[in-house]
């Protein structure tokens, strides 16, 4: 496997490291360029926030830590995301057309949506690799070190398209925060329906499984807060209206 990823490199001239991956696929040139220092720093907070939610500090914290667990949370996390972002856009689109045409939208929709199903699917596929790799006898060997380089690949993917997530920026900049804060209450909640507070009893379990779409509902209000005050971009106002 390290032979045949540096022939790759050695061939097309280009790293084949995770991260040097990640950023060539999921940090194309028409993401929208930082308007607010600010703003960066409270979207590293919020991707940590939505890290800790897909993960579930729970698991860690009611008694030991569960690996395998901790890929089913992230799979039904990256399931979760690739329903509720369509959906949360389309909801959007219905109260974006009502004061203007959102046909020019259609381009940064469907680059949006490119990302998102890359990232789906190498998801997808490295977890599913992860939880069952192991049981695979001497093909460990082969598949092992490909879960690997897949997780870290898509660790990476995470932390860069989360700020943007997965290009929506370019489409409205109040787009990703609003979609973050869905996604984490979507993640945690079921766990306070089904009952599953993982040994944690009712306060504890509602403090760490909420603890963290809190954080990410706070800290996407604050930044929803400022892209209003200081740049004039509205959630409900119409992405050619409020282009910052």
Avoid at 69 to 84: D, G, K, P, R
Avoid at 183 to 192: E, F, M, N, R, S
Avoid at 193 to 219: E, K, N, Q, R, Y
Wanted: with cysteine; hydrophobic share 55%.
């Amino acid at each position: 496997m390290l032979m045949t990823l540096i022939r790759l490199q050695r061939r097309h001239g280009r790293r084949v490291a995770p991260k040097d991956v990640a950023e060539r696929l999921f940090q194309p040139p028409w993401m929208p360029v930082p308007v607010d220092p600010f703003i960066e720093g409270l979207k590293r907070f919020r991707v940590i926030a939505g890290l800790v939610t897909a993960v579930g500090v729970y698991t860690v914290v009611a008694g030991g830590f569960d690996f395998e667990e901790v890929i089913e949370n992230l799979l039904t996390a990256t399931l979760v995301l690739l329903f509720i972002t369509p959906l949360s856009v389309g909801v959007l689109l219905l109260i974006w057309r009502r004061s203007a045409p959102i046909g020019t939208l259609r381009q940064p929709l469907l680059r949006s949506l490119r990302l998102l199903l890359y990232f789906v699917g190498s998801a997808v596929a490295s977890f599913t690799l992860l939880l069952f790799a192991p049981r695979t006898g001497m093909f460990i060997l082969l598949l092992g070190p490909v879960a690997l380089w897949g997780l870290a690949f898509v660790a990476c993917a995470a932390v860069r398209l989360n700020a943007n997530f997965f290009g929506t920026a370019a489409v409205h900049r109040c787009l990703p925060p609003v979609l973050a804060a869905v996604t984490a209450w979507l993640t945690a909640v079921p766990d306070l329906v089904t009952g599953d507070l993982h040994g944690l009893g009712l306060t504890m379990g509602v403090v760490f499984i909420l603890g963290a779409p809190v954080t990410v509902t706070a800290l996407s209000l604050l930044e929803m807060h400022r892209l209003r005050r200081h740049l004039g971009v509205r959630l409900l106002g119409h992405p050619l209206a409020s282009r910052a």
